[in-house]
C-alpha cells in the first residue's frame, strides 16, 4: 500500500433513491465499510445520507459551506445516478477543488462490461459509458471498496482503481474480508430507518459477498466482486448481530447476502444463531434469500429454528422455457418444491418473480400468474427486467442492424429474443422494482410482446394475484423535506442527514481485528 498521507476528513455521500417506494428501510452497507475503512486508518469521515430528501442538493450545499473535507466519496446503483449527476454537478459548482471519488456496484458493472469488450476486441457501448463516468469524477473504483478507496485518495491515483481483479492486491480474500471492519452504522441515523419482520424491529447485514450463478438479468456475471463467493466466519456473522442487539438494540435481522444456502456452513450458521438466543435469553426474527435448487428441509428446519420465519427467493417465472431463458438453473419443480418445503417448515415465503425475459409472450406471463395461484407465497413482487451493463443480456446484446439503438440479446440454445432499448444512465433512472400500483416502465420487449404490453401484462399478474391471494399492496412512505430551521445550531444539517466520525469508532476497530 502506497503511503502518501490521507485526507484528514473525507465525506462520504448516499444519494437519494427517489424511485423506491420508502427510502429509510434498508441501510446501504457498502458506503459504511468504505466508512469503517477509512475510520480504522485515523481518517475522519461525515456521511450525508441523502436518502429520503426531497431537496437533497439544498441540504447538500448546506453542507458544503462548512465542511472542511477534503475528497467526496460517492456510491451509486444504475438507477441513482442521474441524482449523482446532480450532486457532482453541485459540488464542482460550490467546492471545485474536492476530490470526487466514486464508487460502487454501477462503476463495477460498467468496468466489468468494458473488460468483457476489451477481451472480445471490441470497443462499443460499455467503453461510452465509462468514458462518461471518468468525466463526472476524478477517480472511479471499480469492485470492493475497502482497501481501493485508499489507493483512490493518492494524489497520483489513476483514473479508474480496480478493486474487482483477485490478482490485483485490492480484492477482498476470505481473511482479509473477515478482518474488515463492520459496517460504520453511527454513521448514519438508525432509528430514522423503518423496518419490521413479525413485529421484531429490525436492521440489515451481509455474511457472504457474491454469487456463483449466471442469470441473464442479473448484474456482475462478469465481475469477480460480485460473482466470487467470500465468506467470513460463523463466529464472525455470529458476532456482529450480537453487537447489533447489544448496542442498537435490534431483534430483527435481514440478510442481504444474495443466496444464505450457497454457504456450506449455513446449517451451522443457524444453529449457532440459535445458540446466541439461548446465551442471551432473548428471541430473534430473521429473514433472507434463499436458492430454490438448493434448498432442502434440513436448512428449513434450521432457519426455523434460528428464528427465520420469511424466505425470499427469486423463482423469477412460471414459465419452464423462460427460466431456461435465464440460464436460471431451477427448473419449475425446483421452484415449486423449495416453496412446499418452506412452507412444511412453517416459514412464509415471498416469490420473487420478474418479466420480460427473452421470448416473453402472453403466455409465459400467464404461466407466471398461474404457477403463483398454485403455489401460493405469503408474498411476492413481480418486476420488469432492465439490462443494465455487467448483466448477461446487456453484455451479450448486438446492436440491431435495422433499428440502431435497440440492442439484441440471443439465449445460445433456444434463440429466443430480448431487445433493449438504449438509455443514457446518466440521465434516466432505469428501474425494474417500482411501485406496484402502476408505477412500472419498460425498456425492453420480445419479438411477442411491446414494452408497453409486458407493463400492462405485469400489473394483470400484480392486481390478479393479490386480489386473489388476498395480499395487500405495500406502503410507500413520503419522502422528507429539509428545512434550515431543522438543524441543531444553525449550520448544521439534522442528524437523520449528516453523522460524523468522533474519531475512529470503538466498535469498529474492536470489530476490524486487524
Ligand atoms: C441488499 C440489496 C438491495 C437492498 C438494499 C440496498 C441498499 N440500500 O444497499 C434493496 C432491496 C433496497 C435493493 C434495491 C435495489 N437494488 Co439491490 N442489491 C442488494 C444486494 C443483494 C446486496 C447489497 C450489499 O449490501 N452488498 C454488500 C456491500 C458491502 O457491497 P456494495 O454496496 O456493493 O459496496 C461495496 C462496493 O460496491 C464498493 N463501494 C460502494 N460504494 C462505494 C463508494 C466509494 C467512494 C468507494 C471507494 C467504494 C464503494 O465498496 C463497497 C465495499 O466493498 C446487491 C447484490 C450484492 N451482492 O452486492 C444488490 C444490487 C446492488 N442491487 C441491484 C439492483 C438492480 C437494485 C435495484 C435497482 C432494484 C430496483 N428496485 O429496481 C434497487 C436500487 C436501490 C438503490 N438504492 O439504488 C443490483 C445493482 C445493479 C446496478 N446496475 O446498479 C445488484 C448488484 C444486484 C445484481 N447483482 O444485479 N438492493
Redesign the pocket.
Known sequence: MPDAPLPKRVL?ITPP?V??LDER???????L??GAALESRGVAVEHLDLSGTVNYLDALEAHLAISDATAA????????LPTVVKIIERIRAVRPELKI??????V??TDSAVKLEQRAGRVSRAHTALQRLQALADVL?S????L??FR?LQPDAPRLVD?DDPKGGLF?TNATYEATAY?ARHLVDMGSYHYEIDGHRST?L?AQ???PFGCGF???RNSK??RMIRTRSTESIVAEVRMLHEVYGFTGFMF???ELNVNKNMVGLMHALADLQDTLGTEFRFRGFVKAELFTPEQASAMYRAGFRWLLSGYESGSPRILENIDKRAGLDDNTRAVDTAKAAGLKVKALMSVGHPGESEQTMRETQEWLLRVQPDDFDC?VI?T????PYYDEAIESPAEPGVWTYTHRKTGDRLHAYEIDFLVVAD????DPKGGYQAFVYTDHLSAAEIVQRRNWIEESVRASLRLPYPQARAAIRYEHSMGQGSHELPGFILRRSNGPSALNVAAART
Open positions: 462520504l433513491s424511485f423506491l428501510v434498508f441501510i446501504n452497507l457498502g458506503i465499510k468504505i466519496g460517492l456510491t451509486a446503483t444504475t438507477p441513482q471519488v466514486l464508487g460502487g456496484p454501477h463495477t458493472l473504483v469492485g470492493d471498496g475497502e481501493a478507496v483512490a478493486g477482498l459496517p440489515s451481509i459477498l457474491g454469487c442479473c448484474g456482475g466482486s460480485l442481504y447476502d444474495d418486476t432492465t443494465y451493463p455487467g448483466t428501474y425494474y422494482k417500482g
